[in-house]
């Protein structure tokens, strides 16, 4: 008795839903038909489907929020970066390659974070000609910029939330999603720094 | 003899495949070949296999209800297949939404077969051992549009609302990595590593989401409708997983469809 009615209040929020869905406001009667026309799918959950306070911006201003409101974004997206605990920025630059290289991770295929997919938007190393052009090229990055503290901190810190310089960036948060840990996030870091590292040389 | 043809030249194409990444520059001669390989493929393509077996399942009584798919109405009258490809996503007021053509098939499926949506929606895109019939039959129904210009509905409240509807799903960022369609699919020129991303905002390039779908598609050589090819783009968008042939699918569709329209559809293609 208590199912049956349960069932039927869940059926009758369904019927509203798709209502909802064509006689609100288009946006309404998108997010009302994602919220019915989606289902979680390994580590792909239903939240994934939520706004944070980034995404509701960027969706609302069609990338290009008020700059006060883009200032005040970027100011919270970056006091939320992490910085390694024994302070060290560069790690492995081999090891970063591998996952600059690997475009897996946090589908619902996968089991959480793999790679970074820095190669699916971005030229990176010498050696690679198949590299995407969502993002800049990163070739010679360290030495156009400068091996300094201070452009390392950047890179670490775009790495772990690109949205902490460009609120709307097409570039993941890579950090900021848990979809790089630390070592990998300094391994990376490493690749676009060390002046040892072919991107540099 | 044709069919033993096409099943040697498929057997040839899987082997062929994965395209040879490291080749790509910026004028893409990878995608430059494939173009060439494809014009060659096209005229034996081994889609023309999966049609086949889709008009035999559309003719032949089954399901439950031992019933054949040939009083289903794809939106120009019970039992009519030609040209209704092109002219859908559409409302249909038997079910007061507007459908895309495999979410219709997959509906006379349910009505007048008697099969169940929980069955048809368990594994509904091809393996290398199984292609769904829903993939059969649309593949099928799509061919019998080939060299039609597509004319997708917008009459009705519901298809212009779902035009509406789709767009703002198209633009909508969202999941772990902050993407929408439109990260991939926005901008003109794009790559993601060797693969072009086409521009589905412009009409010109919006023709490149619906042309050669259903394809056979190298990877795996599988049989694939848009359905998967929607599928793994929201994979790919770190998004939950959409339900088959559902409402909103059938939105994102009328979006793409919408922009592409009065632009000829050539047929069954050839993807990699």
Excluded at chain 2, 148 to 174: C, D, N, S
Aim: aromatic residues 8%; proline residues 6%; positive net charge.
């Amino acid at each position: 008795m208590r199912l049956g009615l349960a069932a039927m209040m869940a059926a009758g929020a369904a019927v509203l839903a798709a209502c909802a869905a064509l006689q609100s406001s288009p946006r309404d009667g998108a997010l009302a038909l994602m919220q019915r026309d989606f289902h979680a799918e390994g580590i792909a959950g239903m939240d994934r489907l939520k706004e944070d306070d980034v995404q509701a911006a960027c969706n609302k201003y069609k990338d290009s929020p008020p700059a006060e409101l883009d200032a005040k974004l970027r100011g919270k997206q970056y006091a939320g970066v992490k910085w390694p605990a024994d302070g060290k920025l560069l790690g492995d630059w081999k090891a970063g390659e591998k996952i600059a290289q690997n475009g897996r991770g946090m589908t619902w295929r996968d089991k959480g974070g793999v790679g970074g997919g820095c190669y699916n938007c971005h030229q990176i190393g010498p050696d690679t000609t198949s590299f995407g052009t969502i993002g800049p090229s990163l070739y010679q990055f360290g030495k156009l910029r400068g091996y300094g503290t201070d452009i390392q901190r950047y890179a670490y810190a775009k790495i772990y939330n690109a949205k902490a310089y460009n609120v709307c960036s097409q570039m993941p948060r890579f950090g900021h999603v848990g979809a790089l840990t630390e070592a990998q996030m300094k391994d990376v870091t490493a690749l676009l720094m060390d002046p040892a590292s072919p991107v540099n040389r | 003899m044709r069919q033993a043809l096409m099943l040697a030249v498929a057997a040839a194409v899987a082997a062929v495949a994965p395209w040879p990444q490291a080749m790509a520059q910026t004028e893409d001669p990878v995608a430059a070949d494939f173009d060439k390989f494809r014009a060659i493929m096209e005229e034996a393509n081994p889609a023309e296999l999966f049609e086949a077996k889709g008009e035999q399942l559309w003719r032949t009584p089954r399901g439950p209800k031992n019933a054949s798919l040939e009083q289903c109405d794809l939106g120009l009258g019970p039992g009519v297949v030609k040209g209704a490809y092109a002219q859908m996503p559409r409302y249909f007021a038997d079910v007061d939404r507007v459908m895309d053509a495999e979410a219709r098939i997959v509906h006379c499926m349910i009505t007048l077969q008697g099969f169940k949506r929980e069955d048809l929606a368990k594994k509904p895109f091809s393996s290398a051992t199984k292609t769904p019939d829903p993939v059969s039959i649309t593949t099928y129904v799509a061919a019998q549009s080939a060299g039609m210009k597509l004319a997708p509905q917008q009459t009705h409240p519901k298809e212009k609302a779902a035009y509406e509807i789709g767009k703002e799903i198209f633009f909508y960022r969202a999941g772990a990595y902050d993407f929408s369609c439109a990260s991939c699919h926005g901008v003109d020129g794009q790559r993601i590593r060797t693969q072009p991303l086409p521009n589905f905002t412009r009409p010109e390039q919006a023709i490149r989401a619906i042309q050669g779908w259903p394809g056979y598609r190298m990877t795996g050589g599988v049989m694939h409708t848009l359905q998967w090819r929607l599928n793994d783009c929201f994979r790919q968008q770190r998004f939950p997983e959409p339900d088959y042939a559902s409402e909103m699918m059938s939105a994102l569709l009328t979006y793409l469809t919408v922009n592409a329209q009065g632009q000829e559809y050539k047929g069954l293609g050839i993807k990699r």
